[in-house]
């Protein structure tokens, strides 16, 4: 076999995009990734090179000057850049799930306003849905907007777990608006929900009149990318900024946005697994121990030969995921199954990888040690296993359902 993470039936333009991005991530990540994320410094440099490749109109139609590339493609290249440093994919993954809720459910006004300047990179989106205390009960959100006389709204509340909280000039954020409380049944709250396109400046402090951005918040991994909360006191918002132009319409945008988001963090755990097991086979074939180099040792060769069966695997079911999507299927089990083994798997092989390393592991000198508090984030990102193992198990009972 040649190398991992090779995917058939690609056409030659997506082939010419992934060798732009893997080149891009040899030369202008990997040398410099480490050194950025012990500093916790936001990779410019980095960004500036995306944005002249055009990833942040991968996928957005050419009538909106994008790319028009499909979610698979924009999934390879995801791969690809989590396994030169994983923050510089989340930079990406909020303003292309921004993109997409646009241009899945926005108005024609909202598309030509947004869509050409997020193609270029000029504005960037990011994406809020999750508040304190809530994690994966979405129908919990507490941020209200209520209706003004003039057919506007005022936003207030707080959300959590901004990714590109501070550097963002456009911000999706959900919101209830009261739309079927007088209903009843089961479906009521999550039609009470609605998704704003709030503008802003970029930076922190207050970026617009009644909002906040306090600051970064300090985390384990995920460093170089700013992560943050966002404070709504009185922001006031036009009605033209709801997304589709319709309230009560949030959460079915905002679970369409996930089910793409969650390909993006397969891909991602893909990634860094995939670099983990680079860095192990080399450094076995390097380290020697009892005469011989350590991948000799049968023990060595049995780990790195799983190690490479999982990565194939996750690539194999995140690659599936993209497609369904493509052909326009729905694909919240392959998206909730990619992700959860993705993730599962990620954090296997880094662990595996740091065995092998031994000591020089747990040294900050070694790029494992990095991988290593990377990986754990996608455990959690765009919801846990145990989220998708519910959402794979009620699907299978509706779909296996005895008869009569």
Known sequence: MGRLCETEGLTEDQTEILKAVRTFVEEKILPVATELEHADEYPQEIVDGLK?????????????????????????????IARGWMSVSGVINTHFIVAYMLMQHGTEEQKRKYLPKMATGEIRGAFSMSEPGLGSDVAAVKTKATKNADGGYTIDGQKMWLTNGGT???????????????????????????????????????????????????????????????????????????????????????????????????????????????????????????????????????????????????????????????????????????????????????????????GYGYSKEYEIERLYREAAFMLIGEGTSDIQKMIIGRALLKDYQLKG
Do not use: W
């Open 168 to 358: 963002s000039n456009l911000v999706a954020v959900l919101a209830k608006t009261g739309q079927g409380n007088e209903q009843s049944g089961a479906d009521s709250v999550y039609k009470s929900m609605t998704t704003f396109l709030v503008e802003k400046e970029p930076g922190f402090g207050e970026t617009a009149p009644g909002l906040t951005i306090p600051g970064k918040l300090d985390k384990m991994g995920y460093k170089g990318v700013e992560t943050t909360e966002a404070i709504f006191e009185g922001h006031q918002v036009s009605a033209d900024q709801v997304l589709g132009g319709a309230p009560g319409q949030g959460f079915y945008q905002m679970m369409d946005g996930v089910e793409v988001g969650r390909v993006n963090v397969a891909a991602r755990a893909v990634g860094i697994a995939n670099r983990a097991f680079e860095l192990a086979i080399a450094y076995a074939q390097q380290r020697e121990t009892f005469g011989k180099p350590i991948a000799q040792h049968q023990a060595i060769l049995f780990r790195l030969a799983e190690m490479a069966t999982k990565v194939e695997t996750a690539h194999a079911m995140m690659v599936k995921a993209a497609r369904l999507k493509d052909r326009g299927e729905r694909n919240d089990v392959e998206a909730g199954m990619a992700k959860m083994v993705a993730a599962e798997y990620c954090n296997e092989v880094v662990q595996d990888s740091f065995r092998i390393h031994g």
């Open 52 to 80: 002249e490749l055009g990833i942040f109109g991968l996928t957005i139609p050419e009538e909106y000057d994008g790319l028009g590339e499909s979610l698979l493609t924009y999934a390879l290249c995801v791969e690809e």
